[in-house]
């Protein structure tokens, strides 16, 4: 049996940042993720100054692909703008492993599937024991559904589906380019250049509305790479779209559990207006951690429902979370 003071479960950037900040604080920390990093992780790579922030990352010290948007296009209808912002992009494949290396934790390659509680401690799959245990495992963390799934369910109006495609092109546009309720799609389409040479295409919008209109996002996803090769932003014939699911912020109370704490996407924490999920993640992660190392109560109050950041966020919102 291996042991820890803390377990996080899941090292995408809820639990590096939570494993960062426990090793800081020098506690023994293990991540258990079920991937081998780098791993691909399905994600525009928007990043907001927020999030790197918290993260304590200059954009200019970070050393891997990460580009600079001073202002975002913005498409809704035959309307477009360009609202002033400062906002980044990067490659999640990268990332990710930045963070966690950056952690300095230990880190296994074990797909957490049985949590047990035993003598006060928590107990994994048999094999390893913690005091405190981190679910940051994602819509699928296995923390979240053996300690928070009854306490905490899920309400699918808050449901996200999405579609996406990361590559390697030769980009000649390097403005982001965001497209609101294109084709009746209960959400918006992206475009985001990468540095060194990649671009990520990709479409999102709430599941039971997708359901409720009869719309399906691979009908979606042929029309939008359709009109991106009309517009001449990518012209490319080897899409291999992936789809994956994750939640947006609901009223969740059960945080935390005794020693076990949920953080990220494990709880559903994305942006309301915009479905950001890396900034609120990390955010978590923080707070997290700091409760673990000074007592103090974990709660999402510090964490906003809202990306803002220039767009319409409320008239989003309403248009995306409807319950
Ligand atoms: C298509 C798409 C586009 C997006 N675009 C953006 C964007 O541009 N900007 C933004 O801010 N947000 C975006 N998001 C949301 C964002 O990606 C997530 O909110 C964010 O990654 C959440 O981080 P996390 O650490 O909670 O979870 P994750 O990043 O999902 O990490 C969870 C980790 O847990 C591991 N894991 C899962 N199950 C187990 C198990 N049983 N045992 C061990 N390990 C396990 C996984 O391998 C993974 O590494 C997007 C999401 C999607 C799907």
């Not at 994994?124 to 300690?147: E, H, I, M, N, Q």
């Not at 671009?199 to 991106?228: D, S």
């Not at 947006?248 to 924490?269: C, K, P, T």
């Not at 951690?289 to 510090?302: K, M, Q």
């Amino acid at each position: 049996m291996q042991t820890a003071d803390a377990i996080v479960v899941g090292g995408g950037p809820a639990g590096s940042t939570c494993a960062w900040k426990l090793r800081e604080a020098g506690l023994d920390v293990l991540v258990l993720d079920r991937a081998a990093f780098p791993r691909t992780k399905l994600c525009a790579g928007w990043v907001t100054p927020e999030a790197l922030q918290d993260l304590e990352l200059d954009p200019g010290d970070y050393p891997h692909s990460i580009m600079t948007f001073d202002n975002l296009h913005v498409h809704w209808k035959v309307l477009g703008a360009k609202p002033a912002t400062r906002q980044f992009s990067i490659r999640r494949y990268e990332f990710d492993d930045f963070l966690l290396r950056r952690a300095g934790t230990r880190l296994l390659q074990h797909k957490v599937r049985d949590i047990q509680r035993d003598h006060g401690d928590y107990v994994v799959d048999d094999a390893f024991r913690s005091k405190y245990l981190v679910g940051a495992g994602g819509t699928a963390c296995p923390v979240y559904r053996a300690l928070f799934s009854e306490r905490a369910p899920r309400n699918g109006a808050l449901q996200t589906a999405t579609y996406e495609h990361e590559f390697a092109y030769d980009w000649k546009d390097p403005a982001c380019h965001l497209w609101f309720f294109e084709g009746g799609l209960p959400g918006y389409a992206w475009y985001v250049p990468k540095a060194n040479g990649y671009v990520n295409v990709g479409l999102g919008g709430m599941a039971e509305q997708l359901k409720h209109k009869g719309g399906h996002l691979r009908e979606h996803w042929a029309k939008f790479v359709a009109r991106l090769k009309t517009r001449g932003l990518v012209d490319y014939d080897a899409y291999d779209p992936s789809g994956y699911s994750y939640y947006v912020r609901g009223e969740v109370d059960a945080v935390s559990d005794g020693n076990a704490y949920i953080v990220g996407d494990a709880v559903g924490l994305a942006t309301r207006d915009m479905c950001e999920g890396i900034g609120p993640a990390v955010r978590s992660g923080l707070l997290a951690a700091r409760s673990i190392v000074t007592g103090e109560s974990y709660s999402l109050d510090g964490i906003g429902k809202l990306s803002g950041n220039g767009f319409p966020s409320r008239l989003l919102e309403r248009q995306f979370v409807r319950h």
